[in-house]
């Protein structure tokens, strides 16, 4: 009987590495909150987009700077944000202070 309470625990600890992200090493708050924004700001983008005929201002002047802004500003900034830890700070002080 202990020999199968051992094995369910074993395969609820499996399950529960699988079941974590990947990214959580790299990714915090801030990333995903850009991330949402991203989405945000392409959805309104998309929205403009469909306003009105097909030769507005809308459609045809601020919905694809609002795009553009959307998937080459906010998404790449998402992925690649990082806020530096106090470790890191006093690495780079050290390296500076060691060439200069």
């Known amino acids: 009987m202990a020999k199968?309470?051992?094995?369910?625990n074993i395969r609820k600890a499996k399950r529960q590495k699988v079941l974590t992200s990947p990214f959580n090493i790299y990714w915090k708050k801030e990333n995903y909150l850009l991330l949402a924004l991203g989405f945000?700001?392409?959805?309104?983008?998309?929205?403009l987009m469909s306003v009105g005929s097909w030769n507005?201002?809308?459609s045809l002047q601020i919905s694809p700077i609002i795009l553009v802004i959307g998937f080459v500003v906010i998404f790449p900034a998402a992925i690649f944000y990082r806020k530096k830890d106090k470790k890191e700070d006093i690495k780079e002080d050290q390296v500076?202070?060691?060439q200069g």
């Open 96 to 98: 500076d202070s060691s």
């Open 56 to 58: 507005s201002f809308a």
């Open 4 to 8: 199968k309470i051992v094995k369910k």
């Open 40 to 47: 945000i700001v392409i959805i309104v983008g998309f929205y």
